[in-house]
């Protein structure tokens, strides 16, 4: 019912810059709080942002002054400007959305399929 695909990955080496977008699309009615997280190799799912329908965000620390998440609600998309890279940021970033589908009244959780964001000269 809900697609969200993901956009902006690559190489890039360290102090670059990327910038990731996350597009929704369905039969949706509107999008609550919506977010980034990566996955390591070897390491959990982390939660690296979050925005919520207002505006207000939320960073981990180690990416703080660093990247900026946004969101466009007419275009139900979510971006992430990932500034001063480094090593350390290599991970696949996955895009991740609160919607409530027409005529469900509730909301679920869904994911995009995951972008590689690799840092190294």
């Known amino acids: 019912q809900v697609q969200l695909v993901e956009s902006g990955g690559g190489l890039v080496q360290p102090g670059g810059s990327l910038r990731l977008s996350c597009a929704a699309s369905?039969?949706?009615?509107?999008?609550?709080?919506m977010a980034w997280y990566r996955q390591a190799p070897g390491k959990q799912r982390e939660s690296v942002a979050i925005?919520?329908?207002?505006?207000?965000?939320h960073y981990v620390q180690s990416v703080e002054g660093r990247f900026t998440i946004s969101r466009d609600n007419a275009k139900n998309t979510v971006y992430l400007q990932m500034n001063s890279l480094e090593p350390e940021d290599t991970a696949v970033y996955y895009c991740?959305?609160?919607?409530?589908?027409?005529?469900?009244?509730?909301?679920?959780?869904?994911w995009g399929q995951g972008t590689q964001v690799t840092v190294s000269s």
């Open positions: 369905g039969n949706i009615f509107t999008i609550y709080n």
């Open positions: 991740n959305a609160d919607v409530e589908v027409v005529g469900t009244l509730r909301s679920s959780s869904y």
């Open positions: 925005i919520n329908r207002l505006g207000s965000t």
